[in-house]
């Protein structure tokens, strides 16, 4: 079953042009994107740096009013219900941030930091909250918890913090989680453990995750599924095994050819993909296909009309005009 639907999702930002006339413009972050998240899953969202994956994790958090479509989760309308309804599922959807540096308040202990989720979602006492933030430093591998729980966090180092930071998303335990690109701050062997802890936690707790990252490495770890965006919009949708076995877009054969392979050997034979020129303006985007600049298949329909995503095989999506031929 589908917890989270998205269709037709667009988020715009308006700018002002730096013309003399001072032209109204707007960046299209997000224009049309459609996927669901089966319950219990972990869906990678992954790209390059501006194509708008992390846009969507917070129109998916209801943090940002959509320009256009829709984001249904747990069969409501996000943006179509009231403002009590809306606290009420905020308990339900939490957000585990990129750097855990910057999203801990230096000034709170972990104990003050913890405690703030259940006073605003909960009706626990002092002692009940102190209970709970022990249980939940324990879960994040933070033992034994009545050393930290005292601590700031600059007392911490940043897998430390990023796993205060996964106890804070936890605390009131939410449905869905949004983790956007919550190891990329760390060092590698960081990463490893907080991947093997996010993979646990998933387990155990049943989480439906959007896991938004840059690293293919990082999605084929942790994910079930994945989306390929490229300015804005999905160019292709595959579950993880056959998306790294079979690649059906261009620009996915490109990303996957830039990931590293376990066997050294193996990867210096690997042709690797190089794309010629830079991404677009989001503020003017190409016609037709998007990747179209890019592409090393370009043809004639490309740069005119606007391939929509359409199913291949089981759940194997792409948007992509050499599909049609």
């Known amino acids: 079953m589908a917890l989270i639907q ?9 700018i002002q042009s730096m013309s003399f006339f ?16 089966e319950e219990g899953n972990t869906f990678g969202l992954v790209g390059e740096s501006g194509c708008g994956k992390s846009t969507v994790g917070r129109l998916l958090l209801a943090l940002l009013e959509p320009s256009g479509g829709t984001v249904n989760c747990f069969g409501k309308d996000l943006f179509n219900i009231t403002p009590k309804e ?22 709170k202990t972990v104990r003050q930091i913890l405690s703030k989720p259940f006073s605003i ?17 324990d879960l994040v591998g ?6 930290y729980i005292s601590r700031h966090p600059h007392e911490f180092s940043g897998g430390q913090r990023q796993r205060i930071g996964i106890a804070r998303a936890l605390a009131v335990n939410p449905k869905f989680v949004v983790a956007d690109e919550a190891v990329s701050a760390l060092d590698i062997s960081v990463q490893a453990q907080i991947l093997k802890l996010f993979k646990k936690l998933q387990e155990e707790l049943h989480l439906t995750c959007l896991f938004i990252t840059h690293d293919l490495a990082v999605v084929r770890s942790v994910c079930s599924q994945v989306g390929v965006m490229y300015l804005g919009r999905l ?32 990867t210096r034979s690997r042709k690797q993909i ?30 005119q009309k606007e391939p929509e995503l359409m199913t291949l095989e089981g759940d194997h999506q792409v948007a ?3 599909r049609l031929i």
Do not use: W
């Not at 809306?86 to 000034?107: E, G, K, T, V, Y």
């Not at 020129?277 to 592409?295: A, E, L, N, Q, Y």
């Open 274 to 303: 190089i794309l010629e020129g830079d991404i677009p303006s989001p503020i003017h985007p190409p016609t037709g296909c998007r990747f179209h600049t890019r592409c090393p298949k370009r043809f004639d329909p490309c740069d």
């Open 121 to 137: 979602h909960t009706k626990m006492s002092r002692k009940e909250q102190e209970k709970a933030i022990l249980n939940l430093l």
């Open 320 to 322: 992509c005009h050499l």
């Open 235 to 266: 160019v292709e949708i595959a579950a993880v095994d056959e998306l790294f076995e079979k690649q059906c877009h261009p620009y996915t054969r490109a990303l996957c050819s830039a990931t590293p392979l376990p066997n050294p050997s193996a």
């Open 6 to 14: 998205t269709q037709n999702l667009r988020k715009y930002f308006p």
């Open 22 to 37: 001072g032209k109204k413009e707007k960046v299209h972050a997000v224009d049309g994107v459609t996927f669901q998240i």
């Open 142 to 147: 933070l033992s034994p918890p009545e050393f």
């Open 86 to 107: 809306l606290f009420q599922l905020r308990a339900q959807m939490q957000i585990i941030f990129q750097d855990p540096f910057a999203s801990l308040n230096p000034r």
